[in-house]
């Protein structure tokens, strides 16, 4: 910034004026500072330039001074504040300071004056190391103040929204929450269009708008804000003002609760179609999916295996040597089945198999059949054989899945009978 006007008088009048002045923009950087402020901050004029005022502000007084901003944009011709400055010697003085906005070649600048200025006698130490902690607890990176144009694009920019994004002050100027260089997601991951901008709807109503919005930073991380835009009166460059909190603990939270939701919905939904104690699919998922077939139309095809004697197994070995049989007939039955086919339990001791062709069916039942016939049996639980009947069951045009699981279950038990004819060993 030029402050020098034609002639030099007014940058002249500026620099040798004896009360404490800096000129800031809208970023709070210092872009002109006077030799009495110099003095005051026990800094040259060459090292205020292009540092920020807030940086010189304790703490609890920031709250305030950002405060003043505000009043400022709201129409107020000028704000008095009385707050701590941080000279370059680690000391704090107490000052009043006057501020007005200026208008300078199209650009809104601010013009402070320091009225009084007192030492506290707070040496710089631990209580300064103590009020650095204090001011990143109370003005954290991730909380900002924007103001913005009548077509929502920011003029002015707290250096903390710039800092988190890994993007200069003058980066932002000039864009919208939504502008694709800042790639705006909303809460589930959407990319937000300019329709999705709060800044905008909030000029577009004249309400408040509050949302959700996540920035991505130069880095690709991405900061997560609620946004809450509303209008501001009595400005003719600013029409809007956003105020973003800094919510990523809570949006992280609600991704970690919504994964963990759908772990557990998925970890249902695979207990509600799979028995506990085989894993294999469950009578109503069998029920469901011959259904499903049998209405999509084609070939179908379905396979009953039936445990023999597994009652006695249970009245003589008990109710654990059962389960013991089941699971192990499940692993046997699992690995013979075909691709592309789906085997369950249809409860008790009965596994089904639904096939779309009818050739992986007779294959299945065939390789059961040959496996229960030889000595060691379709399994061996406890030195005892185990074997089983099996019946196929192929749909015929209007079968309904009753006709269908009817027929298999027929031919079972004909197999079943058959086997009981013959002499039987059970171990």
Same mark, same amino acid.
């Given at each position: 910034? *030029? ?26 950087? &210092?872009?002109?500072? *006077? ?9 040259? $004029?060459?090292? !205020? &330039?292009?540092? =920020?005022?807030?940086?010189? +502000? ?20 000028? &704000? ?15 000052? !009043? ?6 208008? =300078? ?13 007192? #030492? ?7 209580? @300064? /190391?103590?009020?650095?902690? #204090? ?57 937000? #269009?300019?329709?999705?901008?709060? &800044? /905008? ?34 400005? *003719? ?19 970690? +609760? ?54 006695? +197994? ?10 013991? $049989? ?19 339990? %249809? ?11 009818? %050739? ?6 065939? #390789? ?10 379709? $399994?061996?639980?406890? *030195? ?5 009947? @099996?019946? $196929? ?11 269908? =699981? ?19 060993? !059970?171990?």
């Amino acid at each position: 910034m *030029n402050i020098e006007q034609p002639g030099g008088l007014l940058g002249a009048a500026f620099r040798a004026g004896t009360v404490p002045s800096l000129i800031v923009d809208t970023g709070t950087r &210092v872009v002109a500072a *006077n030799a009495a402020y110099a003095d005051m901050s026990g800094r040259t $004029v060459d090292e !205020l &330039v292009g540092a =920020f005022t807030l940086d010189f +502000i304790h703490a609890d007084d920031l709250t305030g001074a950002l405060a003043g901003y505000d009043r400022l944009l709201s129409g107020e011709p000028s &704000v008095s504040q009385r707050r701590r400055h941080l000279r370059a010697d680690g000391v704090w003085i107490d000052v !009043l300071a006057v501020t007005v906005q200026l208008e =300078f070649e199209g650009a809104h600048y601010l013009l402070v004056q320091v009225l009084e200025h007192t #030492a506290a006698g707070e040496p710089r130490g631990a209580e @300064v /190391l103590n009020e650095v902690r #204090a001011r990143t607890e109370l003005q954290p990176f991730g909380d900002a103040s924007c103001f913005h144009d009548g077509e929502g694009r920011m003029v002015m920019t707290p250096r903390g929204l710039a800092t988190r994004l890994g993007r200069p002050i003058e980066w932002l100027y000039g864009r919208r929450l939504t502008d694709p260089g800042l790639g705006a997601l909303g809460p589930a991951g959407e990319p937000l #269009a300019p329709d999705d901008d709060p &800044v /905008l709807e909030a000029i577009r109503t004249g309400v408040d708008v509050t949302r959700t919005i996540g920035l991505t930073a130069a880095d690709g991380s991405v900061a997560w804000y609620s946004v809450r835009a509303g209008l501001v009166e009595h400005l *003719n460059t600013v029409a809007a003002r956003s105020t973003l909190r800094d919510v990523d603990e809570l949006i992280e939270a609600q991704q970690e +609760i919504r994964a963990l939701a759908a772990i557990v919905e998925q970890d249902l939904a695979h207990r509600l179609d799979h028995d506990d104690l085989t894993g294999l699919k469950t009578r109503r998922a069998l029920i469901e999916l011959t259904d499903a077939a049998l209405w999509s139309g084609g070939p179908v095809a379905v396979v009953f295996v039936d445990l023999d004697h597994f009652k006695e +197994i249970n009245d003589e070995l008990g109710h654990l040597a059962g389960d013991e $049989v089941l699971a192990a007939a499940a692993v046997v039955l699992h690995g013979l089945a075909p691709a592309g086919t789906t085997l369950g339990r %249809a409860g008790g001791d009965e596994f089904v198999l639904l096939a779309r062709d009818h %050739a992986d069916a007779e294959r299945f039942a065939a #390789a059961v059949r040959d496996r229960t016939a030889n000595a060691p049996g379709l $399994v061996t639980v406890r *030195n005892r054989p185990v074997r089983a009947s @099996v019946g $196929v069951g192929v749909a015929e045009p209007g079968d309904t899945r009753s006709t269908l =699981f009817a027929r298999a279950d027929a031919a079972m038990y004909r197999a079943k009978h058959s086997r009981r004819q013959a002499p039987q060993t !059970l171990g």
